[in-house]
């Protein structure tokens, strides 16, 4: 996942999971990258997928759309050290989806 969160994006692009059906079904959920601030930090947001199958999940799509931000986090792509970076950044994402779901 870090080599993911640390490589080149333009944003708007999908993170993970790679995008089929079959994995907007599954994961439910998507990170898409968002602008680098500074030349150094990107923005994360986690966004849910139009085929969540989660009752909650499914909720906050019909009131907010498939490209509201559920949660957003900015990661440091040049952290010292990048797993800690990235499991960071995923428990703020996860931290805060946790409030609108």
Partial sequence: MTTKLRAV???GSRIV???N???DSEFQLRIDAGELLENRYRMLYLQVNSQAKSTKLREWV???GTHANLASTR???LAEDPEAETDRA???LESDAKKYI
């Fill in 9 to 11: 994006w333009n944003a």
């Fill in 17 to 19: 999971p790679s995008k």
């Fill in 21 to 23: 059906s079959k994995n």
């Fill in 62 to 64: 019909r009131k907010h």
């Fill in 75 to 77: 990661f440091d792509t």
């Fill in 90 to 92: 995923l428990t703020e």
